[in-house]
């Protein structure tokens, strides 16, 4: 069951979304889920090198330019991130406006987003006695994890500017 915890980040989401611990998070997604043009919700998975905080209401998001994410998100604004790992679940819901473009990473949309309410989901001892999350969602870079590191410090790099 979700409570809603405010509009700022508590310590532990800020942790994971400081773009420090890159390795540590190399398989780890992202969900996140944007408003299509029909109002139905559009998911898309993010690394955690294409996400950073900034400070407790605000993060930065970075999308392929030409996806449907990135439109959603001019058009509409709003975007949700679901961050969901072992013993824990968070959903952040946003609103989103396009930043200048980076002139070393032209083929990213660069999303400023402001918090608007953080929610947490954990399950109630009361209904679901040792229920718990014990694992988020996972990947394979699909290349050497030095040059995924790398790459994904650029685009780290490139948000925070």
């Known amino acids: 069951m979700s409570r809603e915890l405010g509009n700022e980040l508590p310590g532990a989401l800020l942790s994971l979304l400081d773009g420090r611990d890159l390795p540590g998070r190399m398989a780890k997604a992202i969900l996140?889920?944007?408003?299509?043009?029909?109002?139905?919700?559009?998911?898309?998975?993010?690394?955690?090198?294409?996400?950073?905080?900034?400070?407790?209401?605000?993060?930065?998001?970075?999308?392929?330019?030409?996806?449907?994410?990135?439109?959603?998100?001019?058009?509409s604004g709003r975007l949700t991130l679901c961050l969901i790992e072992a013993g824990l679940a968070y959903y952040l819901k946003a609103q989103a406006v396009e930043q200048g473009a980076d002139a070393e990473l032209p083929e990213l949309a660069r999303f400023e987003a402001t918090v608007e309410q953080v929610l947490v989901d954990q399950a109630r001892d009361d209904l679901e006695p040792g229920a718990r999350i014990t694992r988020g969602i996972e990947f394979e870079p699909g290349r050497p994890v030095p040059e995924a590191l790398a790459a994904w410090a650029a685009v780290l790099k490139a948000l925070r500017a």
């Open 32 to 75: 996140i889920a944007t408003v299509d043009t029909n109002g139905w919700a559009h998911p898309a998975l993010l690394s955690y090198g294409e996400v950073v905080a900034l400070d407790a209401r605000r993060l930065r998001v970075a999308t392929y330019r030409s996806s449907r994410t990135s439109a959603n998100l001019r058009r």
